[in-house]
């Protein structure tokens, strides 16, 4: 079946500093794939998607290119921000066992220090 | 806008005791609501997708006689926790989609069984 792996966390890093959260996935075929953020006390919200392959998703200053041929979906944001502390799910759905259903990464904890 | 709510936040309960934890789409009609289990420090589990009106369809390995979903309205959904157990102790999510497929997250209910 479909299953979704990124970095374990937590990760820690300075204000300004380069962020890179790794997100490798196993499916048949194309599904599409998503970046959730769980800010403390909130509900995950939907932070960008791709659809098919070479898409990037871009929001909030971050970003995410759909790689076919690494099975990538790694998330990036140049600059990060004390407001970026969150904790970051990766996750896929479809094309072959239910479109709306969700796979996801076991989270990563991100700490941004001032 | 897409806001959804779930009741109560945290919840502790006596072993053998039922517990229900309601998930509301505030201000969109839920064609169709998930329900998701989540363990410490690991990833969302889905446990259920229900459809308004109809039956919920669990996934493999969870109990349906034990997690009752109801899906009454296009704004409310419950997950009911019968007789539950120390084992049941979760974070229990829930999401909520319309036709556009986007899932939109609750903030979660924490449950405690002593």
């Known amino acids: 079946g479909n299953s979704v792996t990124q970095m374990e966390g937590p990760v820690t890093l300075s204000e300004e500093a380069f962020l890179t959260i790794n997100c490798t996935y196993t499916?048949?075929?194309?599904?599409?794939l998503f970046w959730y953020v769980q800010y403390p006390g909130e509900g995950l919200q939907l932070l960008l998607k791709?659809?098919?392959?070479?898409d990037k998703g871009s929001n909030k200053g971050f970003e995410a290119t759909y790689r076919k041929e690494t099975t990538s979906f790694h998330l990036e944001k140049g600059s990060v921000q004390v407001s970026d502390s969150a904790v970051y799910f990766c996750?896929?759905?479809?094309?072959?066992?239910?479109?709306?259903?969700?796979?996801f990464g076991q989270g990563t904890r991100l700490t941004i220090n001032p | 806008g897409a806001v959804v709510s779930q009741h109560p936040s945290w919840v502790i309960c006596k072993s053998g005791t039922s517990v229900k934890i309601e998930c509301r789409s505030l201000d969109f009609q839920a064609t169709t609501m998930f329900w998701y289990r989540q363990f410490p420090k690991q990833s969302l589990m889905l446990m259920a997708t229900?459809?308004?009106?109809?039956?919920?369809?669990?996934e493999q390995g969870v109990e349906k006689d034990k997690f009752l979903i109801n899906h009454a309205s296009l704004t409310l959904s419950t997950l009911t926790v019968t007789s539950a157990h120390p084992e049941d102790s979760s974070f229990y999510i829930c999401?909520?989609?319309?036709?556009?497929?986007?899932?939109?997250f609750g903030p979660g209910t924490r449950l405690t069984v002593t």
């Open positions: 229900s459809n308004e009106g109809s039956k919920a369809t669990y």
């Open positions: 499916a048949t075929g194309y599904p599409s």
């Open positions: 999401s909520a989609s319309e036709v556009s497929y986007e899932q939109y």
């Open positions: 791709a659809t098919k392959a070479d």
């Open positions: 996750a896929l759905s479809g094309p072959y066992e239910g479109a709306q259903k969700l796979v």
